[in-house]
């Protein structure tokens, strides 16, 4: 298994208050991102990361910020969290060789804004 | 239309049976394409990569359409530790320069095999 872990695992939050998920891999991959997966949708890319300081946008990056400051970290924080992010958050990590675009997921952190 | 599509299912197979799951993707740029695995509540794991045709692994057996523009997954012999949801991901458009990795996926298939 990828050395990726995510913490907290669980959390119950209120509406209104900021949240800071974190993902922490031992692979030195280049790579991270942060997506969320609800019923219905399947995984969605929120943020992701090329490198320490280098970010983009994904697709469901709105009340969403994140930051990269060494390869082995990639925090995701919600300024103010909303019902709406009640989610099941992944981390995934990548390291693209030649043709290989695998991306290797973290255990999952299961957010409920309440 | 969704840029990844897959039947949600749940496809309830005996076991021993054979199921195929298909996954059809809009860019007809894209370039490599995946199956993973999700068993409940826990991560996604890949279960196989396809670069080109096809890739097989044991009873596993992914075919690429290009021309039609969709993937499949072939599971023979199904075990009832095969029950599970089935995820295609897709790189929708091979590796540009400055490089990311970008993978879209469908919602997944649900697989349900029973004794």
């Known amino acids: 298994d990828a050395g990726i872990t995510q913490s907290p695992r669980h959390k119950v939050t209120e509406t209104g208050t900021p949240v800071t998920l974190r993902c922490h891999q031992t692979?030195?991959?280049?790579?991270m991102y942060w997506y969320r997966q609800d019923p219905g949708h399947g995984l969605r890319l929120i943020h992701y990361s090329y490198g320490v300081k280098d970010t983009d946008k994904g697709e469901v990056s709105d009340g969403y910020s994140v930051s990269r400051s060494k390869t082995e970290d990639f925090l995701l924080t919600l300024e103010s969290a909303t019902s709406s992010q009640t989610s099941v958050y992944f981390c995934?990590?990548?390291?693209?060789?030649?043709?290989?675009?695998?991306?290797?997921f973290g255990p999952g952190t299961r957010l409920t804004v309440t | 239309r969704k840029e990844v599509e897959q039947d949600p299912g749940p496809f309830n197979v005996p076991e021993g049976a054979t199921v195929a799951f298909n996954c059809t993707y809009s860019n007809s740029a894209s370039q490599s394409f995946f199956w993973y695995r999700q068993d409940c509540r826990k991560e996604p794991k890949l279960l196989m990569s396809?670069?080109?045709s096809g890739n097989e692994d044991g009873r596993f057996t992914a075919q690429l359409n290009r021309a039609s523009q969709y993937i499949s997954l072939l599971i023979r012999d199904s075990k009832l530790s095969d029950s599970a949801t089935y995820l295609c991901?897709?790189?929708?458009?091979?590796?540009?320069?400055?490089?990311?990795?970008?993978?879209?996926f469908g919602a997944g298939t649900r697989l349900a095999v029973h004794p």
């Open positions: 692979e030195n991959h280049r790579y």
């Open positions: 991901a897709v790189n929708p458009g091979g590796f540009p320069s400055g490089g990311y990795n970008k993978l879209i």
């Open positions: 995934a990590i990548s390291e693209p060789l030649a043709e290989s675009y695998e991306q290797y």
């Open positions: 396809v670069y080109s």
